[in-house]
């Protein structure tokens, strides 16, 4: 499966952001999907999770603002970014795994095969 990620861009504090990730060559529906994020100097690091029952999953750092939901017509996955804040600012990557994978595991980059090429989001103060 290849992943493509956009939707990245310039935001204020508190504005809102949507990045898709569009898969292709395969359904998306025949994996986990994650979303990661990689701020300069720093380790990647996981933001939420999408089983393929559809059960979703975040860190704590973003729960109660970020949204992960899929439209399987189109084979997109999307992150609905609400309340942003400048500690968000990062490249952000959708990445997929094997759709048996248990949740522990896909809160790690190890638990992914497939990744998109990443968009940057930076928000400002």
């Known amino acids: 499966v290849q992943l493509q990620a956009s939707g990245g861009g310039l935001v204020q504090t508190g504005g809102s952001l949507r990045l898709s990730c569009a898969a292709s060559?395969?359904?998306?529906?025949?994996?986990?999907m994650g979303w990661f994020r990689q701020a300069p100097g720093k380790e990647r690091e996981f933001v939420g999770g999408?089983?393929?029952?559809?059960?979703?999953f975040y860190a704590d750092s973003v729960k109660g603002r970020f949204t992960i939901s899929r439209d399987s017509a189109r084979n997109t996955v999307y992150l609905q970014m609400n309340y942003l804040k400048p500690e968000d600012t990062a490249v952000y990557y959708c990445?997929?795994?094997?759709?048996?994978?248990?949740?522990?595991?896909?809160?790690?980059?190890?638990?992914?095969?497939?990744w998109g090429q990443g968009t940057l989001v930076t928000v400002s103060s």
């Open positions: 990445a997929a795994g094997p759709k048996t994978a248990i949740r522990s595991t896909l809160l790690s980059p190890g638990g992914y095969n497939y």
């Open positions: 060559g395969r359904s998306f529906s025949d994996y986990s």
């Open positions: 999408l089983t393929r029952t559809t059960v979703t």
